[in-house]
């Protein structure tokens, strides 16, 4: 399966049409952002290790029955995915309180919730993707109700195959940010990536952060970091 033409490019990677017309390919690129595209910076073999993570995290969530748009890896950078209409929220769930949450309620980092907090925001830059809440994705026509209750449920089971695949590696998940799409046959998909940049995972007995927090807050060995995750991930096999 090759690359044919390039029909997108967000931060961190490059989406192709290819000889599948229900699919598409997804390149994974070494470029970094934060804050929104403020800071900016190339990472070495990030792409590859985010492509890599992916697709162990993604056949996990097959296993568990939680639909997603991953057909295959076709290379080190690569894989071929579902095509499906991106729903504009980026779903969050968050296990500890940390990051904005923290800065936002002056709660200190690392504090645990006594359930998961479940969170939406709008995916637009201009708007720099403002937390919003149910009724305001409703108001803004990203998804119906009976939408919302499908996305929060597979939300919630995502959490609870996340945090027990990672518990049993040693490594706490703090919290994760998720997107959906809708396949041409409109049934709810999780799609995008999940990776160390999107996910925050702390060593669990030395609190070490495994992901891109390293690289916002310019703690170094970022690479490594992610090889972590990796290397930990791939003991499962």
């Known amino acids: 399966m090759e690359k044919l ?6 931060k961190a990677k490059q989406l192709y049409t290819c000889e599948r017309e229900d699919a598409l390919i997804i390149h994974y690129k070494d470029d970094a952002t934060a804050f929104n595209g403020v800071k900016k910076a190339r990472i070495e073999h990030k792409g590859m290790l985010n492509n890599a993570i992916s697709t162990i995290i993604f056949k996990e969530m097959a296993k568990a029955g939680i639909p997603t748009h991953y057909l295959e ?3 080190e ?7 499906v209409h991106i ?7 968050r296990n500890l309180i940390a990051g904005s949450m923290a800065k936002r309620l002056n709660i200190p980092e690392g504090t645990p919730s006594p359930r998961p907090i479940y969170e ?15 009724d305001h994705a409703l108001a803004l026509g990203c998804v119906s109700e009976a939408e ?10 995502i959490n609870e195959v996340l ?3 990672f518990d049993q590696l040693g490594i706490i998940l703090v919290d994760f940010k998720i997107e959906f799409g809708r396949t041409e046959e409109g049934t709810i998909v999780l799609a995008d990536e999940i990776s160390p940049d999107t996910c925050r995972f702390w060593d669990k007995q030395t609190h070490m952060k495994l992901d891109k927090d390293r690289f916002r807050r310019d703690l170094g060995k970022v690479e490594d970091a992610y090889q972590e995750i ?3 991930l791939e003991t499962l096999n």
Do not use: S
């Open 163 to 165: 945090k027990a695949l």
């Open 5 to 10: 033409k390039l029909i997108y490019e967000g």
């Open 148 to 157: 919302l209750i499908t996305i929060k449920t597979l939300t919630l089971r």
């Open 230 to 232: 990796l290397r930990r």
């Open 77 to 83: 950078r690569d894989q071929l995915c579902l095509k």
């Open 120 to 134: 939406l925001c709008y995916k637009n830059d201009e708007l720099g993707d403002p937390l919003i809440n149910e």
């Open 73 to 75: 890896t076709l290379n």
């Open 87 to 93: 729903i504009p929220l980026e779903v969050i769930v």
